[in-house]
């Protein structure tokens, strides 16, 4: 294997892997990205990204163009193919339990091991419970062909959806555990470009690499949790949460960003990925990470029925057949994943009470629409609050952020709106005659 220019190969191209291997392609190797999904290679193989991903369909046109970077479904030529195997694979929740479901995995890593044609590293970056890297380095070691040398390493990946490509090009810091002088020398060439711009790279033993990630998402999960506690604790006192976040964010300590009350987190990665370490830690004895990491989950699912019964409360204690304009399907802004969102739980409880809803999100409705085929969808803003009983801002796009609220005050049924995300100044937006619920701030009309 050459230590200088190793060829890779990026199993499983979603949000991760696709991302991934471009940047991959963008920092100058020669990239395979394997999926089991032809369709995704097919679309891929075109120079099409299958998701929205600000800034990623420009980055795999150039290689794929270049022909830096190619797709397929074949694990086997891909792997024979590359030196350095990065498994990028879900690690979705178990559909009866709080456990990750390992086995994409296990069959993305046997796959490589399988088929490995001469040495290899493979790098997990999926995220996966404490434990998993030392399970899979035994399942190498009874697959892998007489005379082949396979490492198996762990680099949990950081990146945001919505900013995945400047995060994967400029990482704040690259982890990696459980590498040898030879695989860390490795992974340093891999990483030479973001290394170069100072992005530390901390170097550690296997199950401190799998642990940092998930602690990551706990520590954010925690936080987002915490301001809604205090939320609550502000709506039964009278007080304002946005300006007393902006008070604690002040404190260097503490810092302003991830204290935004509001319907709380959701995605492909936060909830399961604190579901599986809460489940993780109970396994190992560890119980006080999975009694806070319960609360803190408990606090999330709350705060979206909050939002539900704040609605009720505008509407007169009733939705049957009133008109909810929500606005945002996507779990956050800049993504159109609708992974376990939020905004799709509440749009889709208020539409079983019997209330018409109409979802409007400016990128999400096609995903949104598959995962609940009977919500109706606009597909302009103002169709989503035209007549509307009471309007529910549960994204903050900056579509939303910047509208004009006295031009939709004219078209709505009634002026009564519900910041799900505190994203609207409630004063403006009074101003022009709405009335404006939030959590853990005053009503304001
Ligand atoms: P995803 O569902 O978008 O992509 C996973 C891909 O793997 C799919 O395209 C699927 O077809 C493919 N796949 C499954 N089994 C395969 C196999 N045996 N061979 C080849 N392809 C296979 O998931 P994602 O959001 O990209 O997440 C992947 C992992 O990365 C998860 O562990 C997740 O927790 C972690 N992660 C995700 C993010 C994020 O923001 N999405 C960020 C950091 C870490």
New binding site residues.
């Given amino acids: 294997m050459s230590s200088t220019r190793p060829r890779i190969n990026v199993?499983?191209?979603?949000?991760?892997?696709?991302?991934h291997a471009a940047a991959m392609a963008e920092m100058g190797f020669e990239v395979i990205g394997?999926?089991?999904?032809p369709a995704?290679v097919a679309a891929l193989s075109r120079g099409e990204v299958p998701?929205f991903e600000p800034g990623l369909p420009e980055l795999l046109r150039r290689h794929v163009e270049s022909g830096r970077l190619r797709f397929t479904?074949d694990?086997a030529e891909a792997t024979a193919l590359s030196d350095v195997h990065f498994i990028?694979?879900?690690?979705?929740q178990q559909v009866a339990s709080f456990a990750?479901n390992l086995?994409?995995?296990e069959?993305?890593t046997a796959?490589v091991a399988r088929n490995l044609t001469h040495d290899g590293i493979i790098v997990g970056?999926?995220?996966?419970p404490v434990g998993t890297g030392e399970r899979l380095r035994s399942l190498i070691a009874g697959l892998v062909p007489d005379g082949v040398d396979a490492e198996l390493v762990w680099n949990?990946?950081?990146?945001?959806?919505g900013k995945?490509v400047e995060d994967t090009l400029r990482p704040d810091r690259i982890v990696v555990g459980g590498t040898s002088d030879r695989s860390e020398a490795v992974l340093r060439a891999v990483y030479a470009a973001p290394l170069a711009t100072g992005t530390p790279m901390i170097v550690c033993d296997l199950p401190t690499a799998e642990l940092v990630?998930v602690s990551a998402n706990a520590f954010l999960a925690t936080k987002i949790s915490f301001i809604n506690a205090i939320a609550e604790v502000c709506e039964a006192a009278g007080a304002n949460v946005s300006v007393l976040a902006d008070a604690l964010g002040h404190d260097a300590r503490i810092g302003r960003q991830f204290l935004n009350a509001g319907l709380g987190f959701g995605?492909?990665?936060l909830p399961?990925?604190i579901r599986a370490l809460m489940y993780r830690a109970s396994e190992l004895g560890a119980f006080s990470a999975s009694s806070l990491l319960q609360q803190v989950d408990e606090i999330n699912m709350g705060q979206r029925q909050r939002i539900i019964d704040m609605t009720l409360d505008a509407c007169g204690g009733s939705v049957l057949n009133r008109r909810i304009g929500v606005l945002g399907a996507a779990f956050k802004p800049d993504?159109d994943?609708v992974?376990d969102s939020p905004a799709l739980n509440v749009a889709a409880a208020l539409h079983l009470r019997g209330a018409q809803v109409v979802v409007y999100d400016p990128e999400a409705s096609e995903t949104a629409r598959r995962m609940y085929p009977t919500l109706s969808y606009a597909s302009e803003l103002d169709d989503a609050v035209a007549g509307s009983d009471a309007l529910l801002v549960l994204t903050e796009w900056p579509e939303f952020v910047d509208a004009d609220p006295a031009r939709l005050a004219a078209i709505a049924g009634v002026p009564s709106l519900i910041d799900g995300r505190n994203c609207l100044d409630p004063a403006i937006w009074a101003e022009a005659g709405w009335q404006v619920r939030s959590l853990g701030r005053p009503t304001v009309h």
């Fill in positions: 199993v499983g191209t979603g949000y991760l892997g696709a991302t394997v999926d089991s999904d995704k998701f479904t694990l990028c694979v879900g690690t979705p990750a086995s994409y995995v069959e993305a796959g970056k999926s995220t996966v949990p990946e950081f990146l945001r959806e995945a990630k995605g492909g990665c399961k990925d993504t994943d992974r």
